[in-house]
Each structure stands twice: as C-alpha cells, then as structure tokens.
C-alpha cells in the first residue's frame, strides 16, 4: 500500500530502491553465569573479539584516501581509542574473573555501566558520546560471536535506521547504498555534512520511519524535500525520473560555470575561496575555479601520531598547497585541535570536563610555544612559493592577536637572519567562533588583517547547542534571529575597517542561504568545493543591491520562521 512520510532533507538527490531496516542497537543478552574452569575461555573470547574490532577499525581507517580521510578517520580514531580504554576493558576482565559472568554478558553490563555514567553528566556534547560506545560494543559483540558487522549493504538498497555513524557512510556507499533515512539526527550534523561531500541523499528526523516501513519495501527518497514514498504508483515512478533527468540537466548547467565568474545580476564580483585538507580538495578548488583557499585545515598532520611533524614535513605540505593554487591566495589556519578531537601527540589535556570550551585552537597554540613556533616557521618559509594568509581559530581575546604577531614577528626575524627567503608581509587573519570575539571584535580589529567567521561553532556557543546532539537538531539553525544580527555586526564591522570578512562555515556552502548572507553584506564566502558551484550559480541569479535593500526585514524578524519566510520571497 503506497505511503507518504516525511523527514527533512539533509542532503540532496534521488534514489528508489528496497528499504533495509536497522533497528535501534539494543545489546539484548539474558545473563548467564560461568563456572571457574570457563573464565580463560571467555576472556580469550572476548580478547580476540576486541582484537578483530581494533583490526576491523585499523582496515576501514587505510582504506580513506582525501578528505575522507580527516571526515571519517576522526570517527574511526575515536572509537579505536575507545578499545583501549583501560575502564571499559579492566572493567569487562573483572566482571568475567570476580562475577563470573560470560563474556557476552559481560560486555552488557559494562555498556550499561558507562551508560549510567553518561547519563548522568550535564554536558550535552559528552552525553552524546554514548553514542560512539554503543558502536563499539556493538561491533565487540558481533565479532564475539563471529558475525559480519552490521554496515554491510547491498546494491540498490536503502538504509533506514535510527541514526548513522560518520564511519559508516563512506562504506554504505561503496557497497552500493544509494540513501540513508534515519528517524534522528540533524540536518546539520557530521553525518548530513559527510552525506552532502559524497552527494549521497540523506533524510532524518523521519520520526515515524522505522514504525511505518517494512524491511524490503520499495522507497523513493527525495534527499532535498524529506519526503519518502514507500511502494510508490506509477505516478510517483514517473515523478522520480523526472528529477532524475533534471538533476542530470543540473549536472551539466554547472559544469557551463566552472569558468564563469561569480557576478551577481547587478555586476557585483563575489570571491569564492574553498576549504581544503588535502591535495585532493586543492586540485578540486582549482579546477572548480575557486578565487583561491579560505581555510587550509592543517590539524590532520598532528593527528594519529606520537609526536608533532617537524618544520620539514610542514613545510613541504604547506608548499605544495601552495604550488597547487598556482598564485590563488592560501589561507592557512593554525592548528586548531584540542581534547575533543583524536590526538595522541600528547599537546591536548586528557580527559577535559568539557572539550567545546577547553584549550583549543589558539589557546593551546600559545600554551605550547615551540610546536607554534614550528609551524610558523613553515607557513613563513613556504609563503615564498606563492600568496598566504595566516588564520588564527577560536580567538577570543585581543591579548592572544598580540601574542601571535609578537610570535610571528620573532619567527621572522629568526628565519631572515638564517637565510631562508620569507614574504614581506603576510597577512594575518582571526577566526570568530566564540561570541565574545564576535561582540568584541572593535577591541582588536585593528591588529588584524582580515576576519573569518566560522558559523558552526559560532551557532553551538551562541544557542548553547551542540549540532551532533540529535535531541538539539531543531534548536541547532543559523536560521536565528541572534546569529543573524551578530552575523551582520561583525560583516559590519569588517567593512567600517576595511577588513575583508568571510564566512567558512556550513551555512557558506548552503545555495539557499546565498541571499541571505549576500543581504547581509558577506562578499566573501570560503566552502567545501562539493557546492561551489552551485553557490556560484545562486550568487549570478541574485540582484546585489535588491537583497541589501531588504536586510532591513530580514534583520527584524523575530523568529525563524520569519526568516525563512523572507528567503522564500528573496530567493532567486
């Protein structure tokens, strides 16, 4: 019987195939008790079922190649740090030796355990790390009993579940799944954001899914609306080739733009950087004809090593970015890690109470000054290969910009007098992420050359909402009257200074807020090379001075459907 249910689009496309129910991951085990001369033989068994998980990880992780590899890897790191977590291990080798449980049973009562321990914490972020515990154990418990993980799909199926992993999507898609419903989740999520990069269509929040779907019915899946059509008519078959072909039409009209410029109706040039993380993002940027990188993230060498790179293996890396933009400007961001991401070079504290709001980016820059001083020196040494501007993340402070220049200066100084070739000058950027940097940004934009908002952690901090809590995907929206209004403040200010302002976040990589960012003043948008030119085609199908003559309204609406209301009239 046909059926119409909806969710909300977190990624676009079309896909029709037989739906693969996944049920909610429940470690469903009676207890069972085992007599002394069976504890070696459980304890082997839950060893090797560890071992093949930590193996399992380690595979999957030497398979990403590109941006996957910082996209997915950072989800893979984390859980195979989890395996080595002498709580969640001690804790299972006691319950098998002094409470004489088998190994399956065991691992229930340690997930529950940590379950209770989650539970109990008020931070949101570290609640939904549960979460990543329950995949592991999940997987611990298929390999006790020798089964396949549960990732594997078929061609030509899609996946509906109550939520996905970041690691699971890449592989889904390999196997041939052509679209992921879950019944959680959030539109602006890591998993929506990894679905949009591998153009994979993704619905969530489709509330009623698991309920209303049966495992091998027919569903059609409309990535941009939500909507899902389970058993669809002949119409309905009929409707879904014809997006198909338009999304062929789409395909093709784009590809016209690569060379185009970014103009808008009324002659205004808008500068399209990108963000990038590999060579492989670079080479995209390039061909996609980016104005050049925003944001170079250069986290993922310090990641899944015992050490910092030294200034060599920086310095090449930097280099060859730069190469590849072939004179474009690079924007390269200074290490922005802290205890929140997978690190084991030993630079971030262990075990922060709350990582968000921890020593991160700049703050941990500064609290290690030789591993700064470092990475200066090859961004300085590099910057004689082409143009570079240095962006310093999670700025808080007029006193840290004064730390930087004072360290950049030094580094300088030291690399002139030992003959390496250096630019004059290079400008120096920061990143607004926290509110009081946005609020306070007239107190220091002055010892600064240009400033780059990043909208994701921007949101969090300002609505108190972490965007990977599920329970918070509707609260979690750029969409805000309060982002808005400080959004159009620091665009505001950067123009009264003669600062260039970007925006590097999601909602940059968003066509359909291109009016709305265009409104507020933003001539400079830095994202992921996946949407450029779609955002392209949005800003020449704007009218510049139009949208700037209604930021008035835009600016006044008091919720976020007044929002969304003024961007359906504004929308070209």
């Known amino acids: 019987m046909r059926l119409l249910l909806s969710g909300h689009g977190a990624s676009r496309g079309s896909a029709l195939g037989r739906a693969h129910l996944r049920l909610p991951h429940v470690l469903d085990v009676a207890e069972?008790?085992?007599?002394?001369?069976?504890?070696?033989?459980?304890?082997?068994?839950?060893?090797?079922?560890?071992?093949?998980?930590?193996?399992?990880?380690?595979?999957?992780?030497?398979?990403?190649?590109?941006?996957?590899?910082?996209?997915?890897?950072?989800?893979?790191?984390?859980?195979?740090?989890?395996?080595?977590?002498?709580?969640?291990?001690?804790?299972?080798?006691?319950?098998?030796q002094a409470g004489r449980y088998s190994a399956d049973y065991a691992l229930r009562l340690q997930r529950d355990r940590l379950a209770a321990v989650f539970e109990g914490m008020d931070d949101p972020y570290l609640k939904?790390?549960?979460?990543?515990?329950?995949?592991?154990?999940?997987?611990?418990?298929?390999?006790?009993?020798?089964?396949?993980?549960?990732?594997?799909?078929?061609?030509?199926?899609?996946?509906?579940?109550?939520?996905?992993?970041?690691?699971?999507?890449?592989?889904?898609?390999?196997?041939?799944?052509?679209?992921?419903?879950?019944?959680?989740?959030?539109?602006?999520?890591?998993?929506?954001?990894?679905?949009?990069?591998?153009?994979?269509?993704?619905?969530?929040?489709?509330?009623?899914?698991?309920?209303?779907?049966?495992?091998g019915d027919v569903l059609s899946v409309d990535g941009a609306s939500g909507a899902l059509i389970v058993n669809p008519d002949p119409s309905d078959l009929r409707a879904y080739q014809l997006r198909l072909r338009e999304a062929e039409r789409e395909e093709r009209e784009l590809g016209r733009l690569r060379s185009k410029p970014s103009r808008t109706l009324d002659g205004s040039d808008i500068a399209l950087y990108a963000n990038a993380e590999s060579l492989d993002d670079v080479a995209r940027a390039h061909v996609l004809g980016a104005a050049g990188l925003g944001l170079y993230r250069t986290e993922f060498l310090f990641l899944?090593?015992?050490?910092?790179?030294?200034?060599?293996?920086?310095?090449?890396?930097?280099?060859?970015?730069?190469?590849?933009?072939?004179g474009r400007p690079v924007t390269i961001r200074t290490l922005d890690l802290g205890?929140?991401?997978?690190?084991?070079?030993?630079?971030?504290?262990?075990?922060?109470?709350?990582?968000?709001?921890?020593?991160?980016?700049?703050?941990?820059?500064?609290?290690?000054?030789?591993v700064f001083e470092t990475q200066l020196r090859a961004i300085l040494r590099a910057s004689d290969y082409g143009p570079v501007r240095i962006l310093v993340p999670m700025v808080s402070s007029r006193e840290e910009i004064i730390a930087v220049r004072r360290c950049l200066k030094k580094v300088a100084a030291q690399l002139r007098e030992q003959g390496h070739p250096v630019a004059q000058r290079l400008p120096l950027g920061a990143m607004i992420e926290v509110p009081a940097?946005?609020?306070?940004?007239?107190?220091?934009?002055?010892?600064?050359?240009?400033?780059?908002?990043?909208?994701?952690?921007?949101?969090?901090?300002?609505?108190?909402?972490?965007?990977?809590?599920?329970?918070?995907?509707?609260?979690?929206?750029?969409?805000?009257?309060?982002?808005?209004?400080?959004?159009?403040?620091?665009?505001?200010?950067?123009?009264?200074?003669?600062?260039?302002?970007?925006?590097?976040?999601?909602?940059?990589?968003?066509?359909?807020?291109?009016?709305?960012?265009?409104?507020?003043?933003?001539?400079?948008?830095?994202?992921?090379?996946?949407?450029?030119?779609?955002?392209?085609?949005?800003?020449?199908?704007?009218?510049?001075?139009?949208?700037?003559?209604?930021?008035?309204?835009?600016?006044?609406?008091r919720s976020r459907s007044g929002i969304e209301r003024w961007l359906k009239r504004n929308s070209a």
Do not use: W
């Open 32 to 96: 069972q008790h085992i007599t002394q001369d069976q504890i070696a033989e459980q304890l082997q068994r839950l060893h090797a079922a560890i071992a093949a998980t930590r193996d399992e990880m380690h595979a999957l992780r030497q398979r990403l190649h590109g941006a996957l590899a910082k996209e997915v890897g950072e989800f893979l790191d984390l859980h195979a740090l989890l395996l080595d977590d002498p709580e969640l291990l001690q804790g299972l080798d006691q319950l098998i």
């Open 128 to 215: 939904s790390r549960m979460d990543d515990l329950d995949h592991v154990i999940g997987r611990i418990h298929l390999h006790l009993h020798q089964r396949a993980v549960e990732t594997q799909g078929v061609a030509g199926q899609i996946l509906v579940t109550d939520n996905v992993a970041p690691s699971e999507l890449a592989q889904l898609q390999s196997q041939g799944v052509v679209a992921v419903v879950t019944s959680a989740g959030s539109t602006l999520s890591h998993s929506a954001i990894l679905a949009r990069s591998l153009h994979m269509p993704l619905v969530v929040g489709a509330a009623h899914a698991l309920q209303r779907i049966n495992d």
């Open 304 to 326: 899944q090593r015992n050490q910092p790179p030294d200034e060599e293996e920086q310095f090449q890396t930097y280099r060859d970015v730069i190469l590849g933009m072939n």
């Open 339 to 370: 205890s929140d991401k997978v690190d084991r070079s030993g630079l971030t504290l262990p075990h922060e109470g709350n990582p968000a709001l921890g020593v991160r980016g700049v703050r941990l820059s500064l609290a290690h000054a030789p």
């Open 437 to 557: 940097a946005a609020i306070g940004m007239a107190g220091f934009i002055g010892l600064v050359d240009f400033v780059s908002v990043g909208t994701n952690d921007l949101v969090q901090y300002l609505l108190a909402a972490d965007r990977n809590n599920e329970a918070l995907g509707e609260l979690y929206s750029p969409l805000h009257p309060g982002v808005l209004r400080l959004l159009a403040h620091v665009i505001r200010l950067g123009a009264e200074h003669g600062k260039s302002v970007s925006v590097c976040g999601e909602i940059a990589g968003d066509p359909r807020l291109v009016p709305l960012l265009l409104a507020l003043g933003l001539t400079e948008f830095s994202l992921h090379p996946a949407t450029l030119l779609e955002v392209r085609r949005c800003i020449r199908a704007s009218h510049l001075q139009q949208l700037r003559d209604n930021a008035g309204k835009l600016l006044q609406a």
